[in-house]
């Protein structure tokens, strides 16, 4: 990339930039169609796990904080309800970023095949990007 930048200047990081905000959107339709309700449930496992940690370090009444559910008898069908719904937004936002981050192998080198391609195009209808070659000497 480094190289790239001296040679091409900021029109590399674009055509990163533009690849990264294509890649993104692919990332999460694969994040949808792994499954809602499959990602839901790991995520609902995870957040319980860590609310049992929570309480066992911070000795606070669980049904205070949770509304009383648990002695009214609605906490399971509760618990059963988050599974069924899938998970959150949020969580696969954050499941699709780190796909994306972790393709980071193919962006760069894809990258490095397109930039002097684009640059090239530019350079054709009268952009003035990067390093020009030097003309040889008459």
Known sequence: MKTLSREYGWSALGVYLALSALDFPFCFAAVRLFG???????????????????????PIERATIEGETDAAGGGAEAGEKLTDEGASIWTQL?????????????????????????????????????KKTPKAAK
Do not use: M
Not at 99 to 115: D, E, G, M, N, Q
């Open 94 to 130: 954050a499941i699709a970023y780190a796909v994306h981050k972790s393709f980071i192998f193919f962006r760069v080198p894809l990258t490095a095949a397109v930039t002097p391609k684009v640059v090239k195009t530019l350079r054709s209808w009268g952009w003035n990007i990067g």
């Open 36 to 58: 809602v309700e499959r990602i839901g449930y790991y995520e609902h496992v995870i957040v319980e796990e860590a609310k049992k940690l929570f309480y066992s370090v911070v």
